[in-house]
């Protein structure tokens, strides 16, 4: 079974920044595109963003575009999320999914998604 992990969450006050990373536990197709998406207690788990194999193509929610970036370096098997100008609204647990192909009107969906971390809390406070 394939394993995501996720770390670098944590509290951070409102425009502060957070790397989140989200390292696989082996190299599979099921492991090549990423995304990460996030949840609060009551909400539905939104999207945030999403990178193919390459670093080439990535996708992003309205809410955190031009504020997150997406990255990954494969020699670590690792997929990034540098997170800038935090908003009390960002406040969520964060989660990396992974699946094996990149597909712009898919990448938002999380039931296309194989693999699942459990998960990294940030929180940002006002």
């Known amino acids: 079974q394939v394993q995501l992990v996720e770390s670098g969450g944590g509290l951070v006050q409102a425009g502060g920044s957070l790397r989140l990373s989200c390292a696989a536990s082996e190299r599979t197709f099921s492991t090549y595109s990423r995304g990460w998406f996030r949840q609060t207690p009551g909400k539905e788990r939104e999207f945030v963003a999403a990178?193919?194999?390459?670093?080439?193509?990535?996708v992003y929610a309205d809410s955190v575009q031009g504020r997150f970036t997406i990255s990954r370096d494969n020699r670590k098997n690792t997929v990034y999320l540098q997170m800038n100008s935090l908003k009390p609204d960002d406040t969520a647990v964060y989660y990396c999914?992974?699946?094996?192909?990149?597909?712009?009107?898919?990448?938002?969906?999380?039931?296309?998604?194989?693999?699942w971390g459990q998960g990294t809390q940030v929180t940002v406070s006002s």
């Open positions: 999914a992974s699946r094996e192909t990149f597909a712009v009107a898919t990448m938002t969906d999380s039931a296309r998604y194989r693999y």
């Open positions: 990178i193919n194999w390459s670093g080439g193509n990535t």
